[in-house]
Each structure stands twice: as C-alpha cells, then as structure tokens.
C-alpha cells in the first residue's frame, strides 16, 4: 500500500467510526422498546421468582414470607416425587423428540418432492400444529377413553388388542398416550423447519450425485443431511427445551399422576394444590437452570460441530 492509500485509509477511519457508533445508537433505540417489555413481562416476574424460592412464602399471605436460605432446595433435591418428575420429562424429552426428528424428517422429504397438490398437502399436514395444545390434548383425551374411546374401538376392530385399554389410567400405558399425542401435535413443526432447509439444497448438488450413481440412503445421509444440518439442529434445540417444560399435554391428559409427571407439572402442584408458593418457586427455579444448562451445551456442542466440519 501507497503512502497516499495508507493517509486515505487514516483519514476515513474517525467517519467510518462515527458512521458505526451512530448505527449502534440506532440500533439500540429500535430495540430499547423490545427490551423494556421484555424486561417487564419476563425478567422481574423470573428474578421474583428466584427470590420467593429462598424463603417459606406462601400463596395465603406472599408478603409476609421469611428468608430461609437454601433450605427449600435441600428438600426438593432429597424428594423421591421430584426426581420421579426429572425422571419422567428426560425419559418423554428423549422418546418424544426422536420420534419426532425421524417422523418429520420423513414428512419433509416427502412434501419436498414433487408431487401432485403438494401446497394442499402441506397446509394439511400443519394442521395438527394449529390446534391450540389443551385442545389437542382434550380430543385425545376423549379417544383414549377406556370404554367410549374411538381408538379402542379401532384396535379391537383389528384384532390388535382383545380387550379396551385404560390409556390415561394404566400407569404402563399413560407416559405412552401422552407422548403419542405430543408426537401428532409438534411432528409438523419439525417438517416445517427441515423442509425450510430442504428449500436451501441447490439441486445441482443432488442432480450431479444422482448422475455418479448415489440414491437412496447414501444420498440422504451423504449428501442431503449434511446440507440441511443447521435446521436439523434447530428443530431439535426447539423440541428439547420445549419437552423439558412441557406441562399442558401431561396435566390435561393424566392431571397430577406420579408415573407422568414432569417437573412442570410438580412445581405446579407445590404452587397452586399445596400453596407453597416458596417451595413450588425453588421447583421452577431448579426447573429454568436446568433448560437453561442442557440449552448452552447444546449451543455449544452444535458450535464445535459446525467449527469442526469448516
């Protein structure tokens, strides 16, 4: 570089720093809004929360709760029923979402190719995903029933079982009817997102694998996965941390049973049915520390992976 191109660059410099600094100020006056209800609506409700889970407050009289120290917490982590809960939201978080990612991965593969009326088909395969969940939840209620149900009537219509199944009452079968039903109600939100990166595959790509001879399995774990990654993993980090906190699906299908519990689900019993609100607050804080972990090594370990592959 030029003594003239290197003054130039000098002299261009303090602008271009002014230039940055006043979009940065703009930046920060767009989102100050965003921030300041968000700030509002979630952090001071969270930050009360962490603060309740240290004392013996209760849902009678909040105001007049005592410090307590750790105490609240050293009984939760010593309590059978809550590591139950642990138990039974890690075991539907990993059934649930791997049914889930194979489900909609093949639903997105299919809705990708080109077949008749395939916009029809994709808005109805949505339509699982619109359903308001207490309501999905309700109608599969009523199809598990024992002696009304439609779907006993069904499978004993085809011989599959001989006689009608107690779905939400058979503490063996109930964590199942509930995962069954997540899996109907969040599959399409997993095609969604796959298909969105099956969009992004250029298909010179998939033309010239074809040509050399590569189909089937090879060309899906080869060559397409590897492309659609990124959305794979995000489809996955959504599904998990909404399996850690799920509550509606358990709560209006199975109410507070100790084989279907999750930790959502606990700590709304301690908060509401026993009104400690303290102890149901030290739940729901050891409930967001632990999303909030599996959700930072997540990033990280997709991080690495993608660091890994560049």
Known sequence: MTQAAMTGAVRKTPAASRLTRQRARAAWLFLAPSLLVLILVAAWPLLRTFAYG?????????????????????????????WRS????VFFTVVAVSLEMVIGTIIAL?????????GGLRAAVLIP????????????????HDIHGVLNEILVGLGLIEAKLAWTADPDLAIWAVI?????????????????GLQMVPRDILEAAKMDGVSGFKLFFGVILPLIRSAVLVAALFRILDSLRIFDVIYVLT???ERTMSMSVYARQQLVDFQD???????TSLLFGIVALVSVVYLMLGRLELMRED
Do not use: C, H
């Open 110 to 118: 299919a809705l990708n190719a080109a077949v008749p009326w395939r």
């Open 255 to 257: 109410g507070n049973n």
């Open 54 to 82: 240290f004392t013996d407050a209760n849902l009678a009289d909040p105001g007049a709760a005592a410090f307590i120290g750790f105490e609240n917490y050293r009984f939760l982590l010593t309590d059978p029923l809550w």
């Open 129 to 144: 995903w619109v359903i308001p969940t207490v309501v999905a939840a309700q109608m599969w209620g009523w199809m598990y």
């Open 180 to 196: 069954f039903t997540d899996v109907w109600k969040t599959t399409p939100f997993v095609a969604l997102l796959v298909l969105a």
């Open 277 to 283: 609100v303290g102890f149901g607050s030290a739940a």
């Open 86 to 89: 642990v138990w039974n939201t």
